[in-house]
Each structure stands twice: as C-alpha cells, then as structure tokens.
C-alpha cells in the first residue's frame, strides 16, 4: 500500500512542474449545503479537491438527522487554454472538468434522532463538471456523472449529483 501511495504522489508532483494554469491553492465555503472546498493545484490543468460537507434528512416532519459528508476528486481542467483563447476567465478555476470522484457519508447522525441501518454510504464514480467565479469570488459549481454506491446491505448503479453555490475566499490570479 506504501508503494502505491509513493508512486501516486510521484506521479503529481511530477505533473506540478508544468506551469499551472489552474490555481496553486483555493478555499471555497458552500452557502447551498454548508461546507467547505479545498483544491490544489498538482500540474497545469489539474487540481486534487478535498470536500466536507454536512448533509440532512427529514422524515414525516418529525425525525431529522444531520450527517457528515466527504468527498476526493482529481478534477481535470480540459478547456482552460480554449477559455483563454476566446478571452474569458480563468480564475479560480473557472473551466469544466472531469473528475473521478469518491464519496463517504455517516449513517449515524451528529445531530438528531435519525440514523439509518448502515453506519456508512460511500460512492465511487467519474463526474463531468463546470465551475464558475466571478470576480467578486461568487462561485458556481455544477457535477454530474455515473457512480457505484455501496454500503454494509447494498450495492448499485446510479449518479452522482452536486450543485454548488458558495465563495473563494482566498486571493484569485
């Protein structure tokens, strides 16, 4: 496992030595499903992305429960040089993007009486996605993109879906 871990980093840290056109580190709170966003830039058109979110379910108005949410991405800028070319932004990794994603929520609520069956969701998948900031730091941030879902009792098919209002509050190039 140790070797993998090595060549994985390797490997981006080789990458890193292009020069970037997405950014070296960003910050991004989510206003939509509250959270937090960190990517860094690991070669000229990628970015790893670490996400905490906290996710909420109501059943019958009664039972509620809050839960945690995360999420790894290795986000693939492909249309960074074509946004340049036709003289649009960039910044803050504004583009679309491919990314496989892994995905992990608690079946157990921090907050509220609320825990499903399993003590875990989790997902793997590829997601296409596209994200917006404006200059102001107002960021937009649309994926979708199959997966496998599993827990402890099942398994299928199904999609990965996210969409994302929030702010970069780190200094954009």
């Not at 140790?2 to 070296?24: G, K, N, P, W």
């Not at 649309?142 to 879906?161: I, K, M, Q, R, S």
Request: hydrophobic fraction near 45%; charged fraction near 20%; charge should be positive.
């Amino acid at each position: 496992m140790r070797i993998i871990a090595f060549l994985f980093i390797t490997f981006f840290y080789i990458h890193a030595t292009i020069a970037q056109t997405v950014e070296d580190h960003q910050l991004t709170i989510n206003a939509l499903l509250p959270g937090v966003v960190y990517e860094h830039g690991i070669s000229k058109n990628s970015t790893l992305a670490a996400e905490a979110t906290i996710g909420f379910a109501l059943i019958g108005g009664i039972d509620y429960g809050i839960y945690p949410i995360g999420r790894l991405e290795y986000r693939h800028y492909y249309n960074m040089q074509r946004r340049l070319d036709k003289g649009k932004r960039i910044s803050g990794n504004s583009g679309n993007y491919l990314a496989p994603t892994l995905g992990f929520q608690s079946g157990k609520a921090v907050i509220g009486d609320l825990d499903y069956a399993s003590d875990f969701f989790a997902a793997a998948g590829v997601v296409y996605g596209l994200q917006r900031v404006g200059r102001k730091g107002l960021c937009f941030r649309f994926e979708v993109g199959p997966a496998y879902f599993f827990d402890e009792f099942d398994n299928n098919f199904g999609l990965f879906t996210a969409l994302k209002l929030g702010w970069v509050v780190n200094k954009r190039n």
